[in-house]
């Protein structure tokens, strides 16, 4: 996080070594317009808008947008719009980004391992882990800008192998840019962009 202050939350997923690992490429590959998938206490929209000439944090969450907006003020970053949204609900059909950041609920999780309250959309990611992953990978094409790329965390229990190799069949060039383990978890981050792409991570 740098010198970046972050607020926490009880409703709210606090930042692990998933959204540590993810944000030292949030800040080096933010660029013009940054979109910030599921923002949480707001730590990629944060660090992105240095870069960014601006971001958009969306989040499902009422809590975690309060927290973000919260953080967004703590660290005098103005650049930054927030929305409550499911995925790109709230993203208007001709909005396009740069660059998407996204850090997915991707744990495994049978319908009695759930939780009540709002912290379950923040991990829950279904039975094999992709219940929004999949989604997500239908829907982030078609508000990439031209020439703009995809920052994903990735988790090996949520099958990275499968994201990887889907989006290769979308046409996408996939870079795995760290690997880091973590207990039980093996955490990717990855970079994907259209061959036409002249940036290069």
């Given at each position: 996080m740098g010198n970046k202050q972050i607020l926490l939350h009880p409703n709210v997923y606090?930042?692990?070594?998933?959204?540590?690992?993810?944000?030292?490429?949030?800040?080096?590959?933010?660029?013009?317009?940054?979109?910030?998938?599921?923002?949480?206490?707001?730590?990629?929209?944060?660090?992105?808008?240095?870069?960014?000439?601006?971001?958009?944090?969306?989040?499902?969450?009422?809590?975690?947008?309060?927290?973000?907006?919260q953080n967004a003020q703590l660290n005098r970053t103005a650049n930054v719009e927030f929305r409550k949204s499911n995925l790109f609900q709230a993203v208007k059909p001709d909005e396009k980004f740069d660059l998407i950041i996204f850090n997915p609920p991707y744990l495994?999780?049978?319908?009695?391992?759930?939780?009540?309250?709002?912290?379950?959309?923040?991990?829950?990611?279904g039975i094999d882990g992709r219940r929004v992953i999949g989604p997500f990978l239908v829907q982030f094409p078609k508000h990439l800008a031209k020439g703009g790329a995809l920052l994903?965390?990735?988790?090996?229990?949520?099958?990275?192998?499968?994201?990887?190799?889907?989006?290769?069949?979308?046409?996408f060039s996939v870079k795995k840019l760290e690997e880091a383990r973590f207990f039980n978890e093996r955490l990717s981050v990855l970079y994907a962009t259209l061959p036409d792409n002249p940036r290069r991570a």
């Amino acid at each position: 996080m740098g010198n970046k202050q972050i607020l926490l939350h009880p409703n709210v997923y606090n930042p692990c070594d998933d959204s540590m690992l993810l944000s030292n490429y949030s800040r080096q590959l933010a660029r013009g317009r940054v979109l910030d998938m599921g923002t949480g206490t707001g730590i990629q929209a944060v660090v992105a808008a240095e870069k960014a000439d601006t971001v958009l944090a969306l989040d499902v969450s009422d809590d975690a947008l309060k927290l973000a907006k919260q953080n967004a003020q703590l660290n005098r970053t103005a650049n930054v719009e927030f929305r409550k949204s499911n995925l790109f609900q709230a993203v208007k059909p001709d909005e396009k980004f740069d660059l998407i950041i996204f850090n997915p609920p991707y744990l495994p999780t049978l319908p009695c391992e759930r939780i009540r309250g709002p912290l379950d959309a923040a991990w829950n990611g279904g039975i094999d882990g992709r219940r929004v992953i999949g989604p997500f990978l239908v829907q982030f094409p078609k508000h990439l800008a031209k020439g703009g790329a995809l920052l994903m965390l990735h988790c090996n229990l949520a099958d990275t192998d499968k994201t990887v190799d889907t989006l290769k069949e979308m046409g996408f060039s996939v870079k795995k840019l760290e690997e880091a383990r973590f207990f039980n978890e093996r955490l990717s981050v990855l970079y994907a962009t259209l061959p036409d792409n002249p940036r290069r991570a």
